[in-house]
């Protein structure tokens, strides 16, 4: 399902930034005194009042640049307001209203995206009378806040979360959920494209939940498959600059809605920070999950494949599990072979595990290499049930199992993988003490 996206508009040094962290309760934005430090842009997900939104900081905003990163920041701004929900336009009690803000505000109007204005550094009440001044903008009712002190920032969410769009829930649908996500120029169309090209049974195509979007329902292998928002994914925006932007957002939203998402890599680069960042989201949010390194057939033919996957695999450790496929989507090299593994993925996701089994799993794992110690009293795990699929959630019982080491809940985790076939999912594991018998 895809989340509601907020983001913080405003000229430079309003406090983007600190206010993005103070909502969040994380310190994630850069924070500097110095005007323009946020140039990219960074999301956190929140949850208020049991709503869920996506929370996204921008650069400074400057309305005339046409070069350099000021540009840059501009069209991000720009794209940021496009693709949000609600925009949280922030201004300055301190220095009052500007010219910039006045240009911002009119942006805002035309647009005609929901909106909130914002007024930051109201650190106290004797400071609420210089609010009224923002009146003057023409852009509703200022809404005092302090990110600083978190002075009626609470209030603040109550009023965004009251804003929001309410998400209706997705048709059920008897089919795999596929999202082909990745940074522009990567060859995503050209993967999808190869995929349709090839003779398949075009059932229909369908609106989804985002904007503008046409998901594509197809049978693969005697399977029905769902490509998430393959509209978007072949149709490019309109502007050049803040392009990955644009992608970043359309990922999120697409990697909401699907059970398995194929990240697309680009071969002659290799893995950024960006495709780090998609690839941990997804994960986080419980989805399956497959590389796929395109343009294989572009790579240095010294370069061997063993190899390469090698520095992948270092690149992105944290996904040790996912499968990784190597493509060439501009001639169709395994571009079924990826959809396959996907399907493979998605099954894996939906697995339940007998009890009986899991525990036979536990002893022999106990047998080989027992939990340690913590200040020489044992930590016991007693038994293990499985509490849900998609993705699948496992709690083990036993005594103490607070103490248990990180290191020691990953070796659980990496031979649950190995023991009953989870490669490409995220799982799930808690630890409770049993109660004991009186």
């Not at 920041?73 to 201004?91: C, G, K, S, T, Y």
């Not at 693969?220 to 498959?225: D, H, P």
């Amino acid at each position: 399902m895809p989340k509601p996206i907020v983001s913080i508009v405003g000229r430079p040094n309003v406090g983007k930034s600190s206010l993005f962290n103070r909502l969040l309760r994380k310190r994630i934005a850069v924070v500097d005194d110095e005007p323009g430090v946020t140039r990219d842009r960074i999301y956190g997900e929140m949850e208020w009042r049991g709503k869920r939104f996506l929370l996204v900081d921008t650069g400074g905003f400057l309305p005339h640049a046409d070069e350099g990163i000021e540009a840059a920041v501009r069209e991000q701004a720009l794209l940021a307001i496009q693709e949000a929900d609600l925009v949280l336009f922030l201004v300055d009690v301190e220095t009052g209203i500007t010219d910039l803000d006045a240009e911002l505000a009119r942006l805002l109007l035309r647009r005609g995206r929901p909106f909130l204005l914002v007024v930051n550094k109201v650190d106290n009440a004797r400071r609420d009378p210089e609010v009224s001044l923002f009146y003057g903008l023409g852009a509703g009712e200022p809404f005092p806040v302090s990110a600083l002190t978190g002075r009626n920032t609470g209030d603040l969410l109550d009023r965004v979360v009251a804003m929001l769009p309410d998400v209706p829930p997705e048709e059920p649908v008897e089919a795999v959920r596929i999202a082909v996500v990745g940074r522009p120029n990567v060859g995503k169309s050209s993967f999808v494209n190869a995929f349709l090209g090839q003779k398949r049974s075009l059932v229909h195509e369908q609106p989804g939940t985002t904007r503008d979007p046409v998901d594509t329902e197809v049978e693969f292998g005697g399977e029905r498959i769902v490509l998430i928002d393959t509209a978007g994914l072949r149709r490019k925006p309109r502007r050049v600059k803040g392009v990955e932007f644009y992608a970043l957002v359309r990922t999120l939203r697409s990697v909401d809605r699907c059970d398995v998402a194929i990240v697309i890599l680009d071969g002659p680069t290799g893995p950024t920070d960006t495709d780090k960042r998609t690839v941990s989201y997804a994960l986080d949010a419980g989805k399956g999950l497959v590389l796929a390194v395109n343009k294989w057939d572009l790579a240095p033919r010294d370069v061997p494949m063993r190899a390469y996957e090698e520095a992948v695999r270092e690149e992105l450790a944290f996904a040790a599990h996912v499968p990784l496929v190597f493509t060439s989507a501009l001639k169709g090299i395994r571009v079924e072979k990826t959809i396959e593994m996907a399907l493979q993925v998605a099954h894996n996701r939906g697995k339940r595990i007998p009890t009986s089994e899991l525990n036979e799993f536990l002893e022999e794992v106990k047998r080989r290499l027992p939990p340690p110690s913590v200040k020489g009293r044992p930590v016991n795990l007693m038994y293990i049930t499985q509490t849900g699929i998609c993705p699948p959630s496992f709690v083990f019982f036993g005594r103490r199992t607070k103490f248990l080491p990180e290191s020691y809940r990953r070796f659980l985790e990496n031979r649950l993988r190995e023991a009953f076939g989870f490669e490409g999912v995220p799982l799930r594991l808690s630890f409770r003490d049993a109660l004991r018998k009186t």
